[in-house]
């Protein structure tokens, strides 16, 4: 199977999850569940970490996505990262990596202003390097944060991920502290 193959498998999987968690009567609701529902965009800056079988690094990082909150716990996202120019020392070439994953979170409930979570995303992923050699194959991450409400619509995120692309050679293996706001329309 390639790796094309397995992140659309992977795709699916996670939407039937989101749909499965989604999927319940209108009548069994509470009110105050309906406020924490809705779509969310979120903008991401941060630090990032590279493991590498030749030369750790680290660059920075830069991403965004679209989301929807299903309840008070639950929510969902599509989000494009990009953490670049490397330095591998192979041929002084720079090595950015660029994901497109699918994120399922897990917000656990308390009675505070800081809410931590817990995340898995899947998708797919690219290893790009200047004197060539780019990889593309599965990906996959796990967060690890918290989110701070600042006003009724936005949330502060700080979070840490491991994030992987899975590729023939050298895999790219990332650590990363994120900070980033979500907006929720």
């Known amino acids: ?33 309906y406020a924490a529902m809705g779509f969310y965009l979120r ?3 941060g630090w990032s970490w590279l493991t590498d079988d030749r030369k750790d690094d680290s660059a920075i990082t830069l991403g965004g996505g679209a989301g929807y909150q299903y309840d008070e716990n639950l929510r969902g996202d599509l989000r ?9 020392r192979r041929n002084n070439d720079a090595v950015g990596v660029t994901t497109i ?6 917000d656990i ?9 817990l995340g898995a995303g899947v998708g797919y992923g690219w290893k790009s390097a ?18 701070v409400e600042l006003m009724e619509n936005l949330s502060l995120d700080v979070e840490y ?25």
């Open 1 to 33: 199977m390639t790796s094309f193959k397995r992140a659309i498998l992977a795709f699916g999987m996670l939407a039937a999850m989101t749909g499965a968690a989604h999927a319940t009567d209108a009548g069994d609701v509470p009110a105050d569940a």
């Open 43 to 45: 903008g991401d800056i």
């Open 80 to 88: 494009f990262d990009w953490a670049g120019n490397y330095d591998t």
């Open 101 to 106: 994953l699918g994120n399922l979170y897990f």
């Open 109 to 117: 409930p308390n009675d505070t202003m800081v809410t931590p979570f």
């Open 130 to 147: 200047d004197g060539g050699g780019d990889r593309d194959g599965f990906a996959f991450a796990l967060m690890a944060g918290a989110s």
């Open 161 to 185: 991920r491991f994030r992987d692309v899975v590729v023939t050679g050298d895999n790219p293996m990332e650590h990363q502290i994120l900070t980033g706001l979500r907006y929720k329309f």
